[in-house]
T-cell receptor, first 112, second 110 residues
Framework: DGGITQSPKYLFRKEGQNVTLSCEQN?????MYWYRQDPGQGLRLIYYSQIVNDFQKGDIAEGYSVSREKKESFPLTVTSAQKNPTAFYLCASSRAGVNEQFFGPGTRLTVL | SQQGEEDPQALSIQEGENATMNCSYKTSINNLQWYRQNSGRGLVHLIL?????REKHSGRLRVTLDTSKKSSSLLITASRAADTASYFCAPTSGTYKYIFGTGTRLKVLA
């Protein structure tokens, strides 16, 4: 089955620790995205990547880092510099030049 | 990039009734998309309407677009309990980057 997966579904982190969220797609999509969603809110763009080895900051990139070494993978690292990391994180992908985005099931990160 | 603003913020209806939600945006667009999000899940793409289209149908969904008013509406006919979700619009202007609003939270009562 083609799709986009995120792992883990739930993640707990102690303050001061870095944590990496996984996002993998087998849809052969060029573009991938990371969003953050807080309770009752819309999605805010963290980072996006249009091609391998290239990515751009979104609106709330501070305290986050990404890499895009493979077309299928776009991991997000939440660093200790992110002041309020507890949130629901969504990864998405799309074909080049096509706006429709396919979303993963999300990772809920809680900082203890 | 630009943000769509959905209205109303919340909507409760009885099963079988129609649900209408609206989206407004500020600048010219290439197309506008609607997405659904069930609680605690990822978003699911529902429908895309291009800027040169005025109306589009997909099953029980009907989307209209009025570029002169910079607005769109999503109509869900004969609603079901399973339609309970948040609905987001995404006006896009040819770039990869766009911003989702806070959505309309629809509750369909059985």
């Amino acid at each position: 089955d083609g799709g986009i997966t995120q792992s883990p579904k739930y993640l707990f982190r102690k303050e001061g620790q870095n944590v990496t969220l996984s996002c993998e797609q087998n849809l052969n999509h060029d573009a991938m995205y990371w969003y953050r969603q807080d309770p009752g809110q819309g999605l805010r763009l963290i980072y996006y990547s249009q091609i391998v080895n290239d990515f751009q900051k979104g609106d709330i990139a501070e305290g986050y880092s990404v890499s895009r070494e493979k077309k299928e993978s776009f991991p997000l690292t939440v660093t200790s510099a992110q002041k309020n990391p507890t949130a629901f994180y969504l990864c998405a992908s799309s074909r080049a030049g096509v706006n429709e985005q396919f979303f993963g099931p999300g990772t809920r990160l809680t900082v203890l | 990039s630009q943000q769509g603003e959905e209205d109303p913020q919340a909507l409760s209806i009885q099963e079988g009734e129609n649900a209408t939600m609206n989206c407004s945006y500020k600048t010219s667009i290439n197309n506008l998309q609607w997405y659904r999000q069930n609680s605690g899940r990822g978003l699911v793409h529902l429908i895309l309407i291009r800027s040169n289209e005025r109306e589009k149908h997909s099953g029980r969904l009907r989307v209209t677009l009025d570029t002169s008013k910079k607005s769109s509406s999503l109509l869900i006919t004969a609603s079901r309990a399973a339609d309970t979700a948040s609905y987001f619009c995404a006006p896009t202007s040819g770039t990869y980057k766009y911003i989702f609003g806070t959505g309309t939270r629809l509750k369909v009562l059985a």
